[in-house]
T-cell receptor, first 112, second 113 residues
Framework: SAVISQKPSRDICQRGTSLTIQCQVDSQVTMMFWYRQQPGQSLTLIATANQGSEATYESGFVIDKFPISRPNLTFSTLTVSNMSPEDSSIYLC?????????FGPGTRLTVL | QQQVKQSPQSLIVQKGGISIINCAYENTAFDYFPWYQQFPGKGPALLIAIRPDVSEKKEGRFTISFNKSAKQFSLHIMDSQPGDSATYFCAAGDSGGYQKVTFGTGTKLQVIP
């Protein structure tokens, strides 16, 4: 299995600021995924991050708003830029490992 | 993203009863169908998964039934317990996409004593 940790676990931010979320995995993985889960809703894929290349974004998500870094095979960051209250969500990091997808505990973001 | 439809949205079951959650998908390229369990404040955790080469998979009290021709699959929780109270997500994925999955809308299960 893969164990995933995320920092911070939660944060309250002001409109117009940016927050960087860190994701650390205990195993080397090729692909990492970032999801958003709005309150009481399902998970929506934001982007797929492959080490050494640009992240691939899903429809409705853009790099300027959600820049992603993937400096090595165990770490990734997601930045939520120029935040608005609509960005209040849980952000989850995920990896595909040994034919299974594992999720981190999530970062609960509240934007005031 | 391809759609995965899930029902019901919420479910209340008596302790000891059977909980049944249904999902349907559209993309015939999907070949991996996991179910995730999520408790409040936690990330989703893989519960059980099935591939289309079998019609049923059982792990303890949890069973997935899969109907390839109908493009439907379901989760059955036998002898439901209050500790099973959580939100359940079905998902579907294409193994060619490095296990990236598309999630259903979720079912909030409450098991009452």
């Amino acid at each position: 299995s893969a164990v995933i940790s995320q920092k911070p676990s939660r944060d309250i931010c002001q409109r117009g600021t940016s927050l960087t979320i860190q994701c650390q995995v205990d195993s080397q993985v090729t692909m990492m995924f970032w999801y958003r889960q709005q309150p009481g809703q399902s998970l929506t894929l934001i982007a797929t991050a492959n080490q050494g290349s640009e992240a691939t974004y899903e429809s409705g998500f853009v790099i300027d708003k959600f820049p992603i870094s993937r400096p090595n095979l165990t770490f990734s960051t997601l930045t939520v830029s120029n935040m608005s209250p609509e960005d209040s969500s849980i952000y989850l990091c995920s990896v595909g490992f040994a034919d299974t997808q594992y999720f981190g505990p999530g970062t609960r973001l509240t934007v005031l | 993203q391809q759609q995965v439809k899930q029902s019901p949205q919420s479910l209340i079951v008596q302790k000891g009863g059977i909980s049944i959650i249904n999902c349907a998908y559209e993309n015939t390229a999907f070949d991996y169908f996991p179910w995730y369990q999520q408790f409040p404040g936690k990330g989703p955790a893989l519960l059980i998964a099935i591939r289309p080469d079998v019609s049923e998979k059982k792990e303890g009290r949890f069973t997935i039934s899969f109907n390839k021709s109908a493009k439907q699959f379901s989760l059955h929780i036998m002898d439901s317990q209050p500790g099973d109270s959580a939100t359940y997500f079905c998902a579907a994925g294409d193994s060619g996409g490095y296990q990236k999955v598309t999630f259903g809308t979720g079912t909030k299960l409450q098991v009452i004593p």
